[in-house]
């Protein structure tokens, strides 16, 4: 395969990093770059949700572009190049596919991905605990979910939804109970187990956490906008009463649409 506009692009950015190309990407290092990282992925989620296949176009470009940055910033430092990330990526996915250039055999994706996490335990054998290895910049939702698939791995399971309800359940009572001592930083750490436990429920449902509350973000602010649309007065000048109102015309009239 050729792939010239690649090429290009990966020469680009040498010349915007070398001595004569732009001052902002000479100036740029790993870490100056990690909150472009970041919202660069974030920017290509949203267009997923939005099922924007043309700025999910751009936006792959502009995780790219990231991908491009570090890795010349890298091999002007002698780390590491392009083409070894590319080639540990290579090897990398060919070894957790034995279904596919080997010889092992896996009917379902359940069985892939079971397969996936025993080869990599292998590969990270210098891990001593399942807790090992979670970044601990990952947004708090995203890390209760890699935390919770890691323990169920070794059985630290529920034994049924029910049981994990009434921990919910439990986990409000105490909460409410630092409520009442007017405790904040009690409240604060009861209310971080019941996120914990309900990131559990999510996954115990296969649900995606991280996506459901999205997806509420989302359904909330459209139908805040419709509430400011409808609205025949300035909303600072409702009351409780009229807000739910105003709020239940909103949802109604945005009853079939999710996003």
């Known amino acids: 395969m050729n792939y010239p506009n690649l090429e290009e692009l990966i020469n680009v950015i040498k010349i915007l990093r070398s001595e004569n190309g732009c001052v902002w990407d000479r100036a740029q290092t790993h870490e100056s770059l990690r909150p472009n990282m970041l919202e660069e992925a ?3 989620i949203e267009a997923i949700n939005k099922k924007d296949i043309p700025n999910l176009q751009e936006e792959l470009g502009d995780v790219l572009l990231q991908v491009l940055l ?3 910033i890298a091999s002007e430092a002698n780390e590491f190049t392009l083409e070894d990330v590319a080639k ?3 090897d990398k996915l060919i070894h957790r596919h034995p279904h596919v250039f080997g010889s092992a055999h896996a009917e ?4 892939v991905a079971k397969a996936w996490d025993k080869l990599k335990q292998e590969e990270k054998k210098d891990r001593k605990s399942q807790m090992d290895g979670i970044p601990k910049s990952l947004p708090a939702l995203v890390a209760a979910q890699k935390i919770s698939k890691r323990a169920i791995k070794v059985g630290f399971e529920w034994d049924k939804v029910e049981t994990l309800l009434d921990c919910i359940k439990s986990e409000y009572d105490e909460f409410m109970v630092e409520v009442e001592n ?3 930083d009690a409240m604060e750490d009861e209310m971080g187990d019941i996120l914990f436990a309900t990131v559990n429920l999510a996954r115990w449902y296969k649900i995606d956490a991280e996506q459901a509350l999205i997806r509420a973000n989302m359904k909330f602010m459209k139908r805040f906008r419709k509430m400011e649309a409808l609205a025949t007065k300035p909303l600072e000048d409702y009351s409780f009463d009229e807000f739910d109102k105003l709020w239940k015309s909103a949802k109604r ?3 079939n649409d999710w996003l």
């Open 42 to 44: 974030y920017e290509a």
């Open 108 to 111: 379902t994706p359940d069985d």
């Open 88 to 90: 540990e990526l290579k």
């Open 253 to 255: 009239d945005l009853q």
């Open 70 to 72: 570090h890795s010349q």
């Open 182 to 184: 007017k405790n904040k």
